[in-house]
């Protein structure tokens, strides 16, 4: 028989020398590993039930609510909000935190997520996906509990997503590499798939939403139209997570730039942006808001914006030279 690893037994692995810390985390990645299978469960009878459409709503985000939007941040609240260990959740659905009535000894953690980014796909059976990061409360006598909501991105613990496709695969890293596990239906459990994973230092693709390119800011445009003219291919789902997993596993480079618009960017820094780009980091690659690093950024609102530019090494650096040369 093939043994096999799940997602608690490898954080309690990677932990070994702070076990608590580990058995902690891995009981948090349960949870959250039992809402995904949830809104996974869901999504895959979408064309059964009536989970597709509009819920009738906004969100604080001014976007159109679908109906697998309500469910999976309800599924997600449910499940992490039951762990005793966590403090606050802060979803992109919810305009405040929720938070919980326990002890900084108890209460040691913060989860923020979207829980169904790209949703507005659903009805066209296009991959989705749930993003998430973890942060650690700080202790009484460096912040409040507001205060530990909008650390910046190198003060994550852990941080990933799902990718509901053909498969269904779980990224995350602790700051110990990424790793990869898929569920497996038979046994209901994430199993591991891809241990440390590296991004290719370049990549053969670019991915960008070029109908922008008119309202882009200086030094865009002529960038992509260089990746254009030196042989990258275009590849753009419109779809975050999805957009993001190829761009680890092939290389290249993702690019959400501001526009006139939306001068301030568009994805969100502390669940979309933060996450992704941590993820990034330890895969080898780089992530950058146009102006700086992405986790250097030091948030000022749960629903704070942010220009997102994430890939490959050899991209990346290319894209630092088009911006300031």
Same mark, same amino acid.
């Given at each position: 028989?093939?043994?096999?690893?799940?997602?608690?037994?490898?954080?309690?692995?990677? +932990?070994?020398?702070?076990?608590?810390?580990?058995?902690?985390?891995?009981?948090?990645?349960?949870?959250?590993?039992?809402?995904?299978?949830?809104?996974?469960?869901?999504?895959?009878?979408?064309?059964?039930?009536?989970?597709?459409?509009?819920?009738?709503?906004?969100?604080?985000?001014?976007?159109?609510?679908?109906?697998?939007?309500?469910?999976?941040?309800?599924?997600?609240?449910?499940?992490?909000?039951?762990?005793?260990?966590?403090?606050?959740?802060?979803?992109?659905?919810?305009?405040?935190?929720?938070?919980?009535?326990?002890?900084?000894?108890?209460?040691?953690?913060?989860?923020?997520?979207?829980?169904?980014?790209?949703?507005?796909?659903?009805?066209?059976?296009?991959?989705?996906? $749930?993003?998430?990061?973890?942060?650690?409360?700080?202790?009484?006598?460096? @912040?409040?509990?507001?205060?530990?909501?909008?650390?910046?991105?190198?003060?994550?613990?852990?941080?990933?997503?799902?990718?509901?496709?053909?498969?269904?695969?779980?990224?995350? $890293? $602790?700051?110990?590499?990424? +790793?990869?596990?898929?569920?497996?239906?038979?046994?209901?459990?994430?199993?591991?798939?891809?241990?440390?994973?590296?991004?290719?230092?370049?990549?053969?693709?670019?991915?960008?939403?070029?109908?922008?390119?008119?309202?882009?800011?200086?030094?865009?445009?002529?960038?992509?139209?260089?990746?254009?003219?030196?042989?990258?291919?275009?590849?753009?789902?419109?779809?975050?997570?999805?957009?993001?997993?190829? $761009?680890?596993?092939? @290389? @290249?480079?993702?690019?959400?730039?501001?526009?006139?618009?939306?001068?301030?960017?568009?994805?969100?820094?502390?669940?979309?942006?933060?996450?992704?780009?941590?993820?990034?980091?330890?895969?080898?690659?780089?992530?950058?808001?146009?102006?700086?690093?992405?986790?250097?950024?030091?948030?000022?609102?749960?629903?704070?914006?942010?220009?997102?530019?994430?890939?490959?090494?050899?991209?990346?650096?290319?894209?630092?030279?088009?911006?300031?040369?």
């Amino acid at each position: 028989m093939a043994k096999i690893t799940t997602v608690q037994q490898h954080i309690a692995k990677q +932990h070994e020398e702070f076990s608590e810390e580990g058995v902690t985390l891995g009981w948090l990645m349960g949870g959250l590993t039992l809402a995904t299978k949830m809104i996974e469960a869901k999504i895959r009878s979408a064309g059964l039930t009536d989970v597709y459409g509009a819920f009738g709503a906004e969100n604080v985000q001014g976007e159109q609510q679908q109906k697998l939007d309500v469910y999976a941040n309800e599924a997600l609240m449910d499940s992490l909000g039951a762990r005793g260990s966590v403090a606050a959740l802060v979803s992109e659905e919810d305009e405040a935190p929720v938070t919980f009535d326990r002890t900084i000894e108890k209460g040691k953690y913060i989860i923020v997520f979207d829980p169904l980014d790209g949703s507005s796909n659903i009805d066209v059976n296009v991959n989705v996906g $749930t993003i998430f990061s973890v942060h650690q409360r700080l202790p009484a006598a460096e @912040g409040t509990l507001a205060e530990s909501i909008l650390q910046p991105g190198t003060k994550q613990v852990a941080a990933g997503y799902v990718v509901y496709g053909p498969s269904t695969v779980l990224v995350y $890293t $602790t700051g110990h590499g990424v +790793h990869a596990f898929t569920l497996d239906p038979t046994i209901g459990a994430f199993v591991l798939t891809a241990e440390h994973m590296k991004m290719p230092d370049k990549g053969p693709y670019y991915s960008v939403n070029e109908a922008n390119a008119g309202t882009w800011p200086e030094g865009y445009e002529a960038y992509v139209t260089s990746l254009r003219t030196t042989g990258y291919s275009s590849r753009y789902i419109g779809s975050l997570v999805a957009d993001f997993h190829r $761009t680890l596993l092939k @290389g @290249g480079v993702f690019l959400y730039p501001p526009t006139k618009k939306q001068p301030g960017g568009k994805l969100r820094l502390l669940y979309e942006a933060n996450p992704l780009a941590f993820i990034a980091e330890q895969a080898g690659g780089l992530a950058s808001s146009g102006s700086g690093r992405i986790l250097e950024i030091k948030p000022e609102g749960i629903h704070q914006r942010t220009p997102f530019m994430v890939g490959s090494k050899s991209e990346m650096e290319a894209f630092q030279k088009a911006l300031y040369k």
